[in-house]
T-cell receptor, first 114, second 114 residues
């Protein structure tokens, strides 16, 4: 069965520091992977996605993620955190069946300290 | 502007009452999804619909019902059989390009059962 694991339910960084949010997946088929961001009491917004091709994917707001098949990982990074990056982040993989369903990780709350 | 709307933003109901959450999209998307979000549990799929007049149960369908009479609309009814209905509910849709695509999310409805 497919699954997504986000390591660390809470991550705290200082403003200007590197952001690293970890995501590992399990999939029996080539995965399509996504990172979403959610601000309090709002819906989810797509940050970036990996489908095929280049394994380093750039997204909005300066975020990027690298698909590493050998490590079954899709970690999200940003070189320099900004206060506005404080939010909850979800990693997701598309279900292998032909339904378009997404399987989400538990989420990681990013705190940015001044 | 195209998008997904959910109404109302906040909803309060007494225990034992059925309540219907609205989800409308004008993106011409075929597939629509309902998720429930609880703190620390990520998003869990309640129901999804890939085409008008057809829908399937997700992982936690018990105590919920849906209809898909129009492409644009996918209302969710939380019935009195749902034992713990207080949660944040998110509606999403995917474009006709299908299973390889990301999901687009509405702003959510926070349901509180008193």
């Amino acid at each position: 069965a497919q699954s997504v694991t986000q390591l660390g339910s809470h991550v705290s960084v200082s403003e200007g520091a590197l952001v690293l949010l970890r995501c590992n997946y399990s999939s029996s088929v080539p995965p399509y992977l996504f990172w979403y961001v959610q601000y309090p009491n709002q819906g989810l917004q797509l940050l970036l996605k990996y489908t095929t091709g280049a394994t380093l994917v750039k997204g909005i707001n300066g975020f990027e993620a690298e698909f590493k098949k050998s490590e079954t990982s899709f970690h999200l990074t940003k070189p320099s955190a900004h206060m506005s990056d404080a939010a909850e982040y979800f990693c997701a993989v598309i279900h292998s069946g032909n339904t378009g369903k997404l399987i989400f990780g538990q989420g990681t709350t990013l705190q940015v300290k001044p | 502007d195209g998008g997904i709307t959910q109404s109302p933003k906040y909803l309060f109901r007494k225990e034992g009452q059925n309540v219907t959450l609205s989800c409308e999209q004008n993106l011409n998307h075929d597939a629509m999804y309902w998720y429930r979000q609880d703190p620390g549990q990520g998003l869990r799929l309640i129901y999804y619909s890939q085409i008008v007049n057809d829908f399937q149960k997700g992982d936690i369908a018990e105590g919920y019902s849906v209809s898909r009479e129009k492409k644009e609309s996918f209302p969710l009814t939380v019935t009195s059989a749902q034992k713990n209905p207080t949660a944040f509910y998110l509606c999403a849709s995917t474009p006709p390009s299908g299973r390889k695509s990301e999901q687009f999310f509405g702003p959510g409805t926070r349901l509180t059962v008193l």
